[in-house]
């Protein structure tokens, strides 16, 4: 019992300094790279903070029309988030900012979650 | 006519002294004397100028600004800022200090929409019904399914019929499954509150006597 209960106190802990150091939070999902873009490594890879996005839309807006419920399920990449698809369906500077090279950083970074 | 003879005479001596000067002297004394003469006399050594001689100008030229660059990228100023570290503040938390995001959904701390376009709201029925799942001969683990609070956030066809059947214990659900991600697992770990919240919250019996 006492055991279980320090697991538990532990398992406490490091869900809030998780949560107050903010480098990750649960849900984020870095975006797989295939094909030629494997060997991209000037550019961090996509991460995608689940929970700014649960403050403005429930999951079934996404889900499963725009995207499937696994990560790495979908082929995104930047030609079709460009074109309207996935990330693009509100990115595109009318619903959310738009996709550009001045808005690299706000995906492309290597830590995402907390800020 | 002496005086012209002796103008002829001056005249033959001044050229003398300056086919002198020009070709006799060391280079120094030439350049030394040349230059208050003359002007752009290039120093020895450098007999041969680079180019042809510009005058600085009297003033300063009026400024130019630099040509812009070819790929004008400007720096991206959103039209209104979030400050998302103080809205994650503000959220409710969990035990395992998450986000528990039902709470904010009842306290009305976040408002999330129900479709992209916010003149067609695309709302779904939230369902009332409480799923009772009883392990067999295992009082303690019995799990009480809370479909209305899942129903705020998805659609029936999120999880019916592809991850769960519509029956209840028809899906052979057990925690080891759910660690690997399927089931509940689907969600809950990965996006929803995961095991570090504690056993109560599904396993309600764990909690004690309430």
């Given at each position: 019992m006492r055991c279980a209960l320090a697991a538990l106190v532990c398992l406490l802990l490091a869900g809030s300094l998780t949560l107050a150091f903010g480098d990750t939070m649960l849900g984020d999902i870095t975006i797989p790279r295939k094909g030629?873009?494997?060997?991209?490594?000037f550019m961090p890879q996509a991460v995608f903070p689940h929970w700014k996005h649960r403050i403005r839309y429930r999951c079934f807006v996404c889900h499963?029309?725009?995207?499937?419920?696994?990560?790495?399920a979908d082929d995104i990449d930047m030609d079709a988030v460009r074109s309207?698809?996935?990330?693009?369906k509100c990115h595109n500077?009318?619903?959310?900012f738009h996709v550009g090279f001045d808005t690299c950083e706000q995906c492309h970074r290597a830590k995402n979650s907390g800020s | 006519m002496r005086w012209r003879r002796y103008l002829q005479t001056g005249l033959v001596v001044i050229l003398f002294l300056a086919a002198g000067l020009g070709s006799g002297c060391s280079t120094e004394t030439r350049h030394r004397i040349l230059t208050v003469v003359f002007e752009g006399v290039p120093p020895p050594g450098q007999e041969k100028p680079p180019g042809p001689y510009i005058r600085k100008p009297r003033r300063p030229p009026p400024y130019k600004p630099p040509p812009p660059p070819m790929l004008a990228v400007k720096e991206y100023k959103p039209a209104f800022q979030i400050d998302w570290k103080a809205l994650l503040r503000k959220l409710p938390k969990d035990a395992a200090g998450g986000v528990d995001w039902v709470k904010a959904l009842a306290d009305g701390d976040i408002h999330p929409a129900?479709?992209?376009?916010p003149d067609h709201p695309n709302d779904q029925p939230v369902l009332p019904l409480d799923v009772h799942l009883d392990p067999p001969a295992q009082p303690l683990f019995k799990v009480v399914f809370p479909h209305e609070p899942h129903t705020q956030w998805l659609a029936c066809t999120n999880c019916h019929?592809?991850?769960?059947?519509?029956?209840?214990?028809?899906d052979p659900i057990t925690m080891n499954k759910i660690f690997a991600g399927e089931y509940c697992g689907r969600c809950h770990g990965k996006v929803a509150f995961d095991v570090a919240t504690g056993c109560p919250r599904c396993h309600r019996a764990l909690a004690g006597p309430q």
């Amino acid at each position: 019992m006492r055991c279980a209960l320090a697991a538990l106190v532990c398992l406490l802990l490091a869900g809030s300094l998780t949560l107050a150091f903010g480098d990750t939070m649960l849900g984020d999902i870095t975006i797989p790279r295939k094909g030629p873009a494997a060997s991209l490594s000037f550019m961090p890879q996509a991460v995608f903070p689940h929970w700014k996005h649960r403050i403005r839309y429930r999951c079934f807006v996404c889900h499963d029309s725009l995207f499937h419920m696994q990560a790495g399920a979908d082929d995104i990449d930047m030609d079709a988030v460009r074109s309207g698809r996935f990330c693009g369906k509100c990115h595109n500077g009318k619903t959310a900012f738009h996709v550009g090279f001045d808005t690299c950083e706000q995906c492309h970074r290597a830590k995402n979650s907390g800020s | 006519m002496r005086w012209r003879r002796y103008l002829q005479t001056g005249l033959v001596v001044i050229l003398f002294l300056a086919a002198g000067l020009g070709s006799g002297c060391s280079t120094e004394t030439r350049h030394r004397i040349l230059t208050v003469v003359f002007e752009g006399v290039p120093p020895p050594g450098q007999e041969k100028p680079p180019g042809p001689y510009i005058r600085k100008p009297r003033r300063p030229p009026p400024y130019k600004p630099p040509p812009p660059p070819m790929l004008a990228v400007k720096e991206y100023k959103p039209a209104f800022q979030i400050d998302w570290k103080a809205l994650l503040r503000k959220l409710p938390k969990d035990a395992a200090g998450g986000v528990d995001w039902v709470k904010a959904l009842a306290d009305g701390d976040i408002h999330p929409a129900s479709s992209i376009d916010p003149d067609h709201p695309n709302d779904q029925p939230v369902l009332p019904l409480d799923v009772h799942l009883d392990p067999p001969a295992q009082p303690l683990f019995k799990v009480v399914f809370p479909h209305e609070p899942h129903t705020q956030w998805l659609a029936c066809t999120n999880c019916h019929p592809k991850i769960f059947h519509m029956q209840a214990g028809a899906d052979p659900i057990t925690m080891n499954k759910i660690f690997a991600g399927e089931y509940c697992g689907r969600c809950h770990g990965k996006v929803a509150f995961d095991v570090a919240t504690g056993c109560p919250r599904c396993h309600r019996a764990l909690a004690g006597p309430q």
